[in-house]
């Protein structure tokens, strides 16, 4: 494992990160009234485009995976459409496990679609970015030995970061503050976006920590 | 098994949670005191009067304004209902209803108000009657009292009425009636208690009302209706019934008001609200809010009219209608008179003058209650009392100044009202005040207590925990476990109970009980503390991997991180009333978290297998399929737990929550369409639950007996279904419909439910009496006559008819039996006993919630539906992770299941539409089959508890299943694994499955797995118990605590205790069913003994598979059993029969044959378990029937079967000990000497061998010869096994003899050889007992095992050609394929060791051909290739070698059936084991890496060296034991030959990171120094220790010399490895730190350090350690001379010469740093040195095999400098010019 890798991830994840706190920044300069919590549903929206952007983006700059084939154009095409594809039922997917931890079921199913959609932003785009369209690869990289490459690890680190984070999210709902975050899905969301900036913050540092197992383990 | 211990632990685990539980409750709900004071008109209280104020006669306190007044109670009058908007254009059924009362308001605003009657929590009635009437605050404990009406002891109103002579009728409610029994003048009670029932209570006071009133014949009339409350208990306020009760009370007050008199006053209360599903109990506002109406003939009140009606405290009642009435407030009051009414006429200062003396005479009312109470308890805070003392008395100051002012005759002046008006608000105020303080202060908690409940019930928890760790031990004692804690706890109890007794105290049984539970609960602790298995040392651990213990228990923990951590958040979330509050989401939230987690981590594990992949290890994974399953399964339970949310209920807490739909009675429902929709698919759930269970017990064959149990499971079942729906359908529907039929449907209404019931006991009474349901098909031939007598006229020919076809029949049928003998015995095949425990369980679950079901509205059936499947899918994906886990044990019920399945209860708690609140619980429940009310109070209880906690009491008598489930389960598995197998062996039959008869193999540990589970449950439970007990305790204080915590401790407490009680009895129907199982094995035995001449061990075997049916075959363990108990009788039988003589002896001979038989039919069956245990079986059976045959004098007659007996038993005998026998050659010796006795010649006192020599010698009876042969082989085998040559060369030359003299050996070839070749086999007749395996195969395989034998020994001994050609004798044998492979193994290594390595590789090849299991021929064949130097072909045989070892070891530890000896048996030789003992992978992979690392290829090296520090650091299992031909090292040095490797490849940081391992690894275990004394060699050194034995160093010693050399080492790495990086600064370091390292050791020796020769014998390690120090110091010096410091290099330079006098490498480099400092004379000097030793050195260095370890060789290639021309040349250069010069 070369440090130069870990420090491009690093730089990956910074970049992630400064693209999150900037929509909720900097949408009020052009937005009337906007406000995560006064608008959450525009937030949902915005922090789910802006990060796909810069995961995109940042796949095609760093290429984490590089394949030696060379692809054809249609290849790429078909590729690209099937990714939408794996999203669009990853979304689903999503949706009616949140209704069936206990979201309402015909009430707010916008809400609840925008959350689901912020967590396959969350989990499942990255393992597109990563491993393409290949569910093979994604099972293997969510073992325990599964891990190839410290992008597969910090994969695993910021995927699970999330998912913990909306879980852990909805622990603040019952309670009886009446606070406006307390509204479904915000504590929800905003977990997950906490343990998603968590987990791109851990990656790196947790790669770091433990680049001596990796060598043995990566043959 | 042991029953009653495990219950009765249990039993105790729960009595000391209760004891916690009640020891708490006790501190936490303590009741106001109730003071017996009681008020009378002698108190001087009143007011000293006023002007124009005169005591009118027979008045107390007050005069008497009111002289009669009546009193409507209607039950649950809402302020809604009483409440007229004529602007409400819609009103809702209840709404404008009482019409009358706002016409009254309306039009006579002086002589009618209407108020806001506040009620005080709890609004039960009985309460409210209480709080009416005496005027007090009745507290939250009284509410569990409501089903009883206890007598009120305080002082109140109808008591004082009744000692003033006044006269009280009551007419209405019973409740009165217990509450104040005697003390009315007429009364009319009617039963209040059916909440279905409008119309009884009302319709009775209606008959008297009128009369009554018009009577005349009362002071006070008190009528209270329920019409109104019922009717809101069954339909709800929005409901058309309501209407019309309210209708009827709106025309009953308007007939009542036109019968009352002037003076009447009349009081129309509600005492309480109801909800908006009509319920109340609580205290949410629609509960308390209730409408007061006072109205009389002349005017009461002033002019003045309020807007909105007042609202007033109900207990503001009580002193306003004592004063109106002329009676004393009764004494415990702290209501405030209602000032309005005691105005009077007159002006606005005489009316605040009379209500300031009511005021005041009410204020020291209260005010001597708090004096008073204050005395009698302490609960009032002082303060505060103080405060409204000083209130009290000024007021009253103020008051007597006023009236002194009033009496003086001023004037009335508006300065004077206003000050009247104050005074007035005082006294508001001090009343307020008074009541606010006692409201706040009666709820008095007992902390002790508390803390200490709170601390009995934790202890329970940790004991249930510790107990439950424990009981998974084998040696768990009841006796010090169970019995000295209950001992403990009578003693304590004993004790204390006699010292109550002598001090005359009354016996507090709650505190005896808790110090008696807090003794047993600390014996507990103390002897489990004692016995607590010492830890054992872990000494002489390898030092890196000493890390491993830890880790290793850290991960054994790990398994309970993911149920714990669930388990606490939910403990936590008990703390906050809002999680309580919210407790319906929080349970199924964490459920579903907890199955998704679990999955999840298979998963992560690499247990799930991944689609289109079905490459995984076998045995560990899934198949894709079963993982869609999995997933599947996930899914619906996560759909039910979704759906279960359907069907909840509210709590008032949540705003805008909407109760479910479902949980109102259909007869609720307006519509008649969706009420038939709704009842067809109520229905539809019953018959589906009903359908599955059947098909469940139908598949798993458990419905197919006739047993009672089947038979009630086959017909009342539906039967029990058709019952409830009908009954659903008379109650729902609507009741007047049915006009005619009344009568009837109130007869089917009771009669459906209690039908019901009964039915439903009886079902369980019986799957008490017969829970076994085990279908038993016995195909053995049956015995009787053989034609049944013909019954009919006796004419011959219908007789033939009769007769003909039976003969026929018969004949067929023992035909049949007769052809099936030999492989197929009789059977008997027992149906559905693989699953008789679960199957009776969940019998009595299905009866259970059919009856649970009756009590529950109809439409909750569905959610009982959602129960049964979330339970079944539960218990599925347990199995399903239990199977996974494989290797877990199977009887260890695993936490998480544990936890999920509390979790399902609490959920399914909430799903049936309960809350842990009061208005929540489900009265109606109580009139299941009971319309008419009950008369006791139990029943209607325990109906009401059993509706509350159904879920509970389902689950907990449902927990056994979770044991028993992954047996049951099991089949398909062992399907799978029969499938894998078919494909390597396919001769081999179907395994059958055990099933739960697993649990009977070993019931030691089934008990102690159900108590396990048992107590595992508790401490779930406990657990949750006592997170609610805390956060009661904690908050105490909280505003919730009332409303929110207190409730939910009281339920969970109770749902514990009925969880508790539960589980006792799921867990004692399993030990019943165990008992009925084991009565049943008995009762099939006698029928066996019938048929004893067949054989009783080869029958019951196999059996047909009945209707496509799942067959579960008789257990094995029955058969061993009854075999056991009827050795006994048998044998009696053989002694009593013994003069028969003949007969017996036949008896016997068949037996013999039956079993040898029974044997060879078996054995077809494959090898494993089952055949195993078969041969056990027959062993015993031999066993017993040659004990049988011994008991009985020898006699010739029965010696020969006597012999051949005993040959079949040692036979068993031989090969189930593996040939290894002792006593078996005692029983060979008996034998020969029965033999000897039989003939009539004494054989005492003889060795074997000559014991043999008599018999052979001396028997010469033609019927012996066989059985004395065979005998003979079987000695032979025995001889063989104990490598006892000699002895079976002189046994077969005499078994030879015998026959004919043998030819003596053939030149050359082995004379045992040939004697066994040439020794014949007596031949087997036909009438002959059989044996179990022929002596002529036996014959051959001693031949082979001779061969082998010999052939390994001449191996051993080195006489190699000898050795060959025996070993290829016995390789042309007869042996199995695996003893052929070794054989060729054998060979391969004779003929290496002779020197032709080729044909060695030729055997061993074939050896693998043979079996390409014969891993020692691998490593053999790369030992071979390494002496031919093909490095490649023998990296190749390595690497197939570790593949071979990956993967998992396939062959199972199985007997062959086919031969009870075989080779295997009876060869046994050192040198076999050390051949083919079985390497370890580890090995292997180091083997591979070092051959690599040592052929140069370094990449390959690196790649194996990682894999193989990978698979270390993996776990325990990889590592190697330390045994001393390991071809492993210490881990050390491959970490360091692993940093070597990947320094020569030039991955310098990871080889710095491998060394920076070792060096932190080895930090602890550096001594400061290191002092060792070489003082062996020296001799006479040390006199002191002359004496010790081992020469050397002591080990410790040794251990830290390597751990520096180690540490030592890897420091050099990284200073060389830096040195390679560029980095000269960090390698200087790195070697000073070394050299460092090996400065702690100091070798002290008598003789010269030097003296290299005489250390190394002594000690190796010194000699690496010289070496390591001149590596480190010329490192040292060249990185010097790389940063230019020539002079600290050249010292360097200059010491490691010291250090090593004459190194080459040294030299060099010292010369060339001598040179470069231009000291050339030095230079030259040591020039010419060098060139003086070059020779011999070289000579030296090359003569030691391997001086130095592997890893330093790469530094000692550093080292070696290239040879500088140009220096040699410039040096020679200089000599000679030097030479020239001097």
């Not at chain 2, 009841?478 to 001992?487: D, K």
């Not at chain 2, 045989?1437 to 000896?1461: G, H, R």
């Not at chain 2, 360091?1536 to 940081?1549: D, P």
Request: aromatic fraction near 10%.
């Amino acid at each position: 494992m070369k440090d130069t890798e870990i420090k491009r991830l690093l730089s990956a994840h910074i970049v992630s990160v400064l693209s999150i706190i900037l929509t909720t920044i900097v949408p009020p300069l052009f937005l009337e009234n906007f406000s995560v919590l006064g608008t959450h549903l525009i937030w949902l929206c915005i922090c789910s485009i802006c990060v796909t952007t810069v995961n995109i983006i940042l796949y095609i700059i760093l290429k984490p995976n590089p394949s030696s084939k060379r692809i054809s154009f249609a290849h790429k095409v078909t590729k690209f459409l099937k990714c939408c594809v794996f999203f669009f039922i990853s979304c689903i997917l999503f949706h009616g496990i949140i209704v069936l931890y206990g979201a309402p079921l015909i009430e707010s199913v916008l809400e609840t679609f925008l959350f689901a959609v912020l967590l396959s932003t969350f989990t499942t785009l990255h393992c597109l970015c990563m491993l393409g369209p290949n569910f093979q690869a994604w099972i293997r990289v969510f073992s325990k030995n599964g891990a190839m490459s410290i992008w597969d690890n910090s994969l695993q680190i910021t995927t699970m970061c999330s998912i913990v984070g909306a879980w852990f999210g909805a622990f603040p709902i019952p309670l009886d503050w009446d606070r406006p975050w307390q509204i479904w899905p915000i504590s929800c969301s905003l977990g997950a976006t906490f343990g998603y900036v968590a987990g791109l913050i851990i990656a790196p540092l947790w790669i770091y920590w433990n680049r001596k197992q990796l060598t043995y383990k990566s043959r | 098994m042991q029953r009653w211990p495990v219950l009765l632990f249990l039993a105790w685990a729960c009595f000391l949670f209760f004891s916690g539980i009640a020891l708490f409750t006790s501190g936490f709900l303590l009741m106001r005191i109730e003071l017996t004071n009681r008020s009378s008109c002698s108190d001087p209280l009143a007011a000293p009067a006023w002007a124009g104020q005169g005591v009118a006669p027979g008045a107390c306190w007050m005069p008497r304004r009111v002289p009669k007044a009546v009193l409507l109670i209607i039950d649950a009058l809402t302020f809604e209902f009483a409440r007229f908007d004529p602007a409400k254009a819609r009103p809702r059924p209840y709404e404008n209803k009482l019409g009358f009362l706002h016409q009254l308001a309306g039009s006579q605003p002086r002589h009618a108000r209407l108020y806001r009657f506040r009620a005080d929590p709890p609004t039960t009635t009985m309460q409210r009657i209480k709080g009416i009437t005496t005027g007090s605050l009745p507290t939250f404990i009284d509410v569990g009292s409501n089903f009883a009406s206890y007598a009120i002891e305080e002082d109140n109103l109808l008591g004082q009425l009744v000692e003033n002579g006044r006269r009280v009728v009551f007419m209405g409610d019973d409740t009165w009636d217990g509450l104040f029994p005697q003390k009315f003048f007429r009364s009319y009670f009617f039963p209040s208690f059916n909440v279905k029932d409008l119309h009884t209570v009302d319709d009775g006071i209606l008959q008297h009302l009128y009369t009554t009133v018009d009577g005349g014949e009362w002071d006070l009339l008190i009528a209270h209706f329920l019409g109104v409350d019922h009717c809101g208990h069954k339909h709800g306020p929005d409901h058309p019934e309501m209407a019309k009760k309210l209708t009827q009370m709106n025309e009953m007050l308007r007939s009542l008001v036109d019968h009352l008199a002037n003076d009447t006053l009349l009081l129309v209360a509600g005492d309480h609200g109801m909800t908006e599903t009509g319920d109340h109990g609580g205290d949410s506002e629609k509960e308390v809010n209730a409408a007061l109406f006072v109205y009389s003939k002349t005017p009461l009140f002033g002019a003045h009219l309020p807007e909105e009606p007042e609202t007033i405290p109900q207990v503001n009642l009580v002193p306003t209608l004592a004063l109106l009435l002329g009676v004393p407030i009764p004494y415990s009051n702290i209501g405030e008179v209602m000032a309005e009414l005691f105005s009077g006429d007159g002006g606005a200062a005489s009316a605040a003058l009379s209500q300031l003396s009511a005021y005041r005479i009410n204020a020291r009312q209260v005010d001597r209650f708090l004096h008073s109470y204050s005395l009698a308890a302490q609960d009032l805070p002082a303060e505060r009392l103080r405060h409204l003392r000083e209130l009290f008395s000024a007021a009253l100051e103020e008051h007597d100044r006023l009236l002194a002012q009033v009496r003086e005759g001023l004037p009335a002046s508006p300065e004077l009202e206003a000050r009247l008006g104050r005074l007035v608000g005082r006294f508001q105020h001090y009343l307020r005040e008074a009541r606010a303080v006692c409201m706040e202060s009666w709820a008095r908690f007992h902390p002790l207590r508390m803390v200490a409940g709170c601390a009995l019930i934790a202890a329970s928890c940790l004991l249930c925990c510790v107990a439950s760790e424990l009981a998974a031990a084998l040696d768990f004692s009841y006796r010090s476990r169970l019995l000295y804690p209950l001992l403990w706890g009578l003693a304590v109890a004993a004790v204390l109970g006699l010292a109550r007794l002598l001090t005359r105290e009354g016996l507090d049984l709650i505190l005896v009980g808790s110090w008696s539970a807090a003794a047993s609960q600390l014996a507990f602790f103390w002897h489990s503390w004692g016995r607590r298995p010492r830890r054992a040392h872990l000494a002489g651990v390898q030092p890196p991997v000493a890390s491993a213990g830890l880790w290793q228990r850290l991960r054994a923990w790990q398994g309970l991180v993911l149920p714990m951590g669930i388990l606490f958040i939910r403990c936590c979330a008990m703390f906050s009333d809002s999680f309580v509050v919210a407790e319906a989401r929080v349970a199924p939230f964490l459920l579903a978290s907890l199955a998704i987690l679990l999955v999840g981590r298979l998963h992560w594990h690499g247990r799930l297998a991944a689609p289109e992949a079905p490459k995984q290890p076998p045995g560990s994974a899934f198949s894709q399929k079963e993982s869609w399953q999995l997933l599947g399964l996930l899914a619906v339970l996560l759909a039910c737990l979704r759906l279960s949310g359907l069907f909840h209920q509210c709590r008032e807490e949540i705003p805008h929550c909407q109760p479910s739909p479902f949980l109102a009675p259909l007869s609720s429902l307006q519509s008649t369409q969706a009420k038939n929709l709704f009842y067809l698919l109520c229905v539809a759930s019953l018959a589906g639950l009903v359908y599955a269970v059947r098909r469940w017990l139908r598949h798993y064959g458990n419905l197919n007996s006739a047993g009672p149990l089947v038979l009630f499971v086959r017909w009342a079942f539906p039967l029990l279904a058709v019952w409830i729906a009908c009954y659903w359908a008379v109650t729902s529907g609507a009741e007047d419909a049915l006009g005619k039929l009344q009568e009837l449907v109130q007869v089917a209404l009771v009669g459906f439910p209690r039908a019901v019931y009964g039915l439903a006991s009886l079902g369980l009474l019986l799957a008490l009496w017969r829970p076994v349901t085990v279908f038993v098909k016995d195909s053995r031939e049956s015995v009787g006559p053989i034609v049944t007598p013909y019954q009919g006229a006796p004419s011959s020919h219908a007789e033939l008819q009769h007769v003909i076809p039976q003969i026929y029949r018969r004949m067929q049928e023992s035909l049949k039996t007769q052809l099936d003998r030999g492989h197929r015995r009789a059977t008997v095949a027992a149906y559905g006993l693989g699953s008789v425990y679960s199957a009776a369980l969940v019998i009595v679950l299905t009866l259970l919630g059919l009856l649970l079901l009756s009590l529950h509205s109809e439409r909750m059936s569905l959610a009982f539906l959602l129960l049964f499947l979330e339970g079944f899918v539960l218990l599925r994906l347990h199995a399903w992770l239990v199977s996974l886990a494989g290797d877990a044990e199977p009887f260890v019920v695993p936490w998480y299941a544990v936890t999920a399945w509390v979790f399902a209860a609490t959920q399914f708690f909430y799903s049936t539409g309960h809350q842990p609140i009061f208005p929540a619980i489900h009265w109606h429940a109580a009139f299941v089959g009971f319309q008419e009310g009950h008369s006791t109070h139990l029943l209607p209880a325990v109906l009401v508890g059993a509706n509350t906690f159904a879920s509970h009491i389902l689950f907990a008598v449902g927990c056994p299943l979770l044991l028993l489930w992954p047996f049951v389960c099991e089949a398909p598995n062992s399907q799978r694994r029969k499938l894998k197998k078919e494909l390597r062996e396919e001769l081999q039959e179907e395994e059958e499955p055990m099933m739960e008869m697993r649990l009977r193999e070993s019931p030691e540990r089934f008990s102690a797995a159900l108590l396990q589970l048992g107590l595992k449950y508790l401490f779930v439970l406990g657990v949750q118990l006592l997170a609610c007990v805390w956060a009661a305790m904690i908050l105490r204080r909280h505003l919730m605590v009332w409303k929110v915590f207190a409730p939910k401790f009281l339920f969970e407490a109770l749902g514990f205790i009925v969880s508790s009680i539960c589980l006792l009895l799921g867990i004692f129907l399993v030990m019943r069913v165990d008992c009925a199982v084991s009565a049943w094995f008995e009762q099939l035995q006698p029928s066996n003994r019938h048929f004893r001449p067949r054989g009783p061990g080869a029958n019951q075997r196999r059996g047909g598979v009945a209707e496509g049916e799942m067959a579960q075959r008789l257990h094995p363990r029955g058969r061993a059993r009854s075999g056991e108990r009827s050795r006994p009788r048998g044998s009696k039988r053989a002694r009593r029969e013994a003069p028969a003589g003949a007969g017996c002896l036949r008896a016997w001979t068949e037996e013999n044959d039956g079993l040898a038989g029974g044997w060879r039919a078996s054995r077809s069956s494959g090898p494993g378990r089952a055949a195993q245990q078969a041969a056990r079986r027959c062993r015993l059976a031999f066993d017993s029937l040659l004990r049988k045959i011994q008991g009985l004098p020898a006699a010739l007659p029965s010696l020969s079967l006597e012999l051949t007996v005993l040959y079949n038993s040692l036979l068993f005998a031989v090969s189930e000990s593996d040939g290894l026998v002792e006593g078996e050659a005692e029983r060979i010796n008996h034998g020969l000497i029965r033999v000897l006795e039989a003939c009539g010649v004494s054989g005492q006192d003889l060795s074997t061998e000559e014991l043999w020599q008599k018999v052979l010698q001396d028997v010469t009876t033609e019927e012996l010869c066989a059985p004395l042969h065979r005998l003979g082989a079987l000695q032979g085998a025995v001889w063989l096994a104990a490598n006892c040559l000699g002895s079976v060369t002189g046994l077969f030359r005499l078994l030879s003899d015998t026959k004919d003299p043998l030819p003596s050996a053939h030149g050359g070839e082995n004379e045992l050889l040939a004697l066994l070749k040439a020794w014949s086999v007596p031949v087997e007749g036909d009438t002959s007992p059989l044996v179990v395996q022929s002596t002529k195969d036996l014959k051959e395989i001693l031949w082979t095992s001779a061969a082998f034998l010999q052939g390994l020994q001449g191996l051993e001994a080195g006489n190699l050609p000898t050795a060959l050609s025996l070993l290829q004798a016995a390789a042309s044998g007869f042996c199995s394929k695996r003893v052929l492979a070794q054989i060729y193994t054998s060979i391969g290594c004779c003929t290496q060791q002779m020197g032709k390595p080729q044909t060695a590789l030729q055997h061993l090849k074939r050896a693998l051909q043979v079996d390409f299991q014969c891993l020692s021929a691998l490593s053999q064949a790369a030992l071979v290739y390494r002496q031919l130097g093909e490095t490649d072909a023998e990296l190749e045989a390595l690497a197939l070698l570790y593949k071979a070892l990956e993967t998992p070891a396939q062959e199972a530890v199985s007997i062959d059936p086919c031969f009870l000896i075989r080779t295997e048996l009876l060869v046994h030789t050192p040198a076999l084991a050390s051949l083919f003992s079985r390497s370890h992978p580890s090995e292997v992979k180091y083997l591979l890496a070092q051959r690599c690392l040592q052929a140069g290829r370094v990449a390959e090296a690196v790649e194996h060296y990682l894999d193989l520090l990978a698979l270390l650091q993996e776990g325990p299992q990889h590592q190697v034991p330390l045994h001393g031909r390991s071809a492993l090292p210490r881990i050390p040095e491959v970490f360091l030959e692993a940093a070597s490797a990947l320094e020569q490849l030039g991955r310098y940081q990871d080889a710095i990171a491998v060394c920076e391992e070792i060096i932190s690894r080895t930090d602890d275990l550096i001594p400061e120094t290191l002092r060792i004394e070489l003082d062996s060699g020296a001799g006479g050194e040390a006199p002191g220790r002359a004496g010790s034995p081992a020469p050397g160093i002591p080990p410790q010693q040794r251990e830290s010399l390597r751990c520096i050399v180690w540490r030592a080492a890897a420091y050099l790495h990284q200073g060389w490895a830096w040195a390679r990086l560029g980095e000269s600064k960090e390698a200087i370091t790195r070697f000073t730190r070394c050299l460092n390292v090996l400065l702690r050791v100091q070798l002290v020796s008598a003789a010269s350090i030097h003296s290299s020769e005489e250390m190394a014998e002594a000690l190796a390690e010194a000699k690496v350690l010289q070496k390591i120090r001149l590596l480190a110091l010329l490192g040292r010096g060249s990185q010097f001379q790389e940063l230019g410091r020539d002079k600290e290099a050249l010292m360097n330079f200059q010491h490691s010469l010291q250090v090593c006098p004459g190194d080459p490498a040294a030299t060099s480099h010292l010369l060339r740093a001598l040179w470069k400092l231009n000291r050339r004379q030095e230079a030259a000097a040591l020039w010419q040195k060098l060139h003086a030793d070059a020779a011999p050195a070289d000579g030296q260095q090359e003569a030691p095999g391997r001086p130095y370890p592997l890893y330093l060789v790469s530094c000692l290639k550093q080292v070696n400098l290239p040879h500088d021309e140009s220096l040699a040349r410039s040096l020679q250069d200089y000599l000679r010019t030097s030479g020239q010069d001097p």
